[in-house]
């Protein structure tokens, strides 16, 4: 039985989609990361119970550290994002944390550089709060040992390609740093959108909405380039159009990185049918309602898309580009200096 509600929060699914495709569904997936490295932060004195933690978040994190914060008796302080929605915020003010909502912007660099300006006058104001750094600490990967453990038990660990949006890097290179430790073979794969100095896409700009959370415009620590073997760039209309078809062909309501990264992994388990795909959906589609899944009906064909194979960034062009990365360097714009 679970101690708290972050634990059962923070554990995922493995959902056999079929012979050769495995969905590793999260209700929120960033509480794994959270926990462990509040727990570790505990453990180590870095932190005593009572303390205020800090950091910037368009969401997601925001959630899942303040459930950190509850289960651990924190204080938890957040600059969010101007995609912080009303039910996030309610959710936030209940949990005890303190939200400062950044103002609109249709800027997401300028978005994401005046939160973590924020954050650093915040803490020139109170030296005693502890900065979690969810981009750049790579104490947000410990929490991910758990799951790799799982999915190696679980899928036989046989050979794996393991796809995912990219976003912080604390999820899908922590899980493939732990099953390599575990000398399991696998095959990462990174799912990025258009317009993230990342893996360098930020010269192409997706006219959509931007899928939230898998990219960046700022460089971020946790990123370890070196070990992603394959790049996607989707745009936001072939990521509509895998979450539909999750939904509509398995039953599986999840987010738009979900759809994301379930149409690179069909693609990628198409390229190597001996090698079983496994994909992470991140978080439930709940917040796409209204921007994703009400616009089913316009939805393509996931038969008819197929990622256009590029040799380089310079080549990279809506909706879906695909890169042989093979553990690369970062670009200079990513770099974090």
């Known amino acids: ?81 101007t995609t912080v929605d009303h039910t996030l915020r309610t959710q936030l003010d209940v949990l005890g944390a303190h939200l400062e909502q950044m103002q609109p912007s249709t800027d997401l660099k300028l978005d994401q550089s005046r939160r973590v300006a924020r954050v650093r006058e915040i803490l020139r104001e109170h030296p005693e709060y502890h900065w979690m750094r969810q981009y750049h600490d790579d104490v947000h990967y410990l929490g991910y040992e758990a799951v790799a453990e799982r999915i190696q038990e679980e899928t036989g660990a046989g050979s794996l390609t393991l796809v995912g949006g990219v976003g912080s890097g604390a999820s899908t290179g922590a899980l493939a740093h732990y099953l390599r430790k575990r000398s399991v073979d696998v095959r990462l794969v990174g799912v990025q959108p258009f317009g993230s100095v990342t893996f360098g896409s930020d ?48 039953a599986v309501f999840a987010g738009l990185s979900s759809g994301a990264a379930y149409l690179a992994a069909r693609w990628e388990r198409g390229e190597e049918p001996e ?38 960034t310079d080549e990279l062009a809506l909706p879906w580009s695909r890169l042989n990365w093979n553990g690369s360097p970062a670009p200079g714009a990513a770099v974090l200096r």
């Open 1 to 81: 039985m679970d101690g708290h509600i972050s634990e059962a929060i923070g554990r995922p699914d493995l959902i056999r989609l079929d012979d050769s495709l495995v969905c590793l569904r999260f209700e929120t997936m960033k509480v794994v990361s959270a926990l462990a490295a509040v727990r570790h932060l505990l453990d180590t004195g870095t932190v005593r119970r009572g303390d205020t933690l800090i950091d910037s978040s368009s969401g997601i994190y925001a959630y899942a550290l303040a459930l950190a914060c509850h289960r651990y008796g924190m204080h938890c302080h957040i600059v969010g994002s």
């Open 275 to 312: 090698r079983t795909a496994v994909f992470i959906a991140a978080d439930t589609g709940h917040r796409y309602v209204d921007t994703v899944f009400v616009r089913h009906a316009q939805a393509a064909r996931v038969e008819e898309l197929a990622p256009r194979q590029v040799s380089g």
């Open 203 to 250: 010269h192409v700009a997706d006219p959509e909405i931007i899928i939230a959370g898998i990219g960046s415009s700022i460089p971020f620590g946790n990123v370890r380039h070196d070990l992603y073997d394959t790049v996607h760039w989707l745009a936001f209309d072939a990521a509509l159009a895998g979450s539909v078809d999750l939904l509509r062909r398995h």
